[in-house]
């Protein structure tokens, strides 16, 4: 089962995604509205019923196709901060080893870095990503990601019991200002920036797929460029699998249905190239993860809105 967010005829909505009948390519899917109370909560409302062991839904009006709709994020405003996993894929923390993150390296292969991001940055998977200005960061990179949503909560979840927890998958982009991440010498900041958090295009229920081996791919095309693969790798090649990451994030902390973990990016971030590249105004970047599908953002500079109040 697929859960997506939708906006259509100046509503929101939310409900089932399925393929077309008489189509064969991933992108030809309708979209069935289910009666939710607020849908503008996302699919947070269905994983938590789902998980107090109620029935999904009823249908609420006929199937459109996705090309009549503006898909949304599937958790627009998530239930809090989401916890992200850093150099998680060895190439990707080799990539580093010679930037500001070398002197934690040896680290990696003993504990997961997890940190969080805000959950006011996540935007939609076919939305702008707003770019700061040069007068707060002008090295903006990407990463590509498999995020596991919980379904059932727990403290102290076991890696045996981990999976059970396991709602589905969504795909997010870890956005991230670089100097500002070096700046502060920590990472909620330069990776919580407002829209810095793509995700979509909707959650895969767990029993359809198995996000421990499933391939990420991204792509960037520069501003009037042809699309470059920049980032290729498998879940299965994580240094912590999905069920570490699980029992890490919840020692001492009780996870709930709907919270986030984005599990780290593989190889091939601006960062890590030689030169670093940055996205700039204008630079699409696209990732796909296969049995969920593909977000796509483009990047543009942040509009003046003044000072608040």
Not at 51 to 79: F, H, K, Y
Not at 181 to 194: C, E, M, N, P, T
Request: net charge negative.
């Amino acid at each position: 089962m697929r859960i997506a967010s939708w906006s259509w005829g100046g509503r929101l909505h939310v409900g089932v995604a399925s393929l077309a009948s008489n189509k064969g390519a991933d992108d030809h899917f309708e979209l069935t509205p289910l009666a939710v109370a607020d849908p503008s909560l996302g699919a947070l409302p269905l994983i938590q019923a789902l998980a107090r062991g109620e029935a999904l839904p009823s249908a609420t009006g006929a199937r459109l196709p996705i090309d009549a709709v503006t898909l949304v994020a599937p958790l627009p405003r998530p239930l809090r901060s989401l916890f992200c996993v850093g150099r998680n894929y060895r190439a990707h923390a080799a990539e580093l080893a010679t930037t500001i993150f070398s002197t934690s390296a040896p680290a990696h292969d003993e504990w997961p870095i997890v940190f969080g991001k805000l959950p006011e940055c996540v935007v939609g998977p076919r939305d702008v990503v707003r770019l700061p200005g040069a007068a707060v960061s002008s090295q903006i990179d990407y990463e590509s990601e498999l995020a596991v949503v919980i379904g059932r909560g727990g403290r102290n979840i076991s890696r045996s019991r981990a999976m059970d927890h396991v709602f589905g998958y969504t795909i997010v982009n870890d956005v991230t200002a670089r100097d500002v991440q070096q700046r502060h010498q920590q990472w909620d900041l330069g990776k919580s920036f407002d829209t810095f958090c793509p995700m979509g295009p909707w959650i895969v229920t767990a029993d359809e797929m198995d996000g421990r081996a499933t391939r990420v791919r991204g792509w960037v095309t520069p501003k009037g460029g042809t699309p470059e693969l920049r980032q290729d790798g498998w879940t299965k090649d994580m240094i912590f699998d999905i069920p570490t990451l699980i029992e890490t994030c919840s020692r001492g902390i009780t996870l709930h249905p709907g919270d986030v973990i984005a599990t780290g990016t593989p190889a091939g971030v601006g960062m890590g190239l030689q030169p670093p590249r940055w996205l700039g105004p204008g630079d699409v970047v696209r990732v796909e993860i296969d049995g969920i599908g593909w977000i796509e953002n483009r990047f543009e500079p942040i509009e003046h809105s003044g000072h608040a109040g």
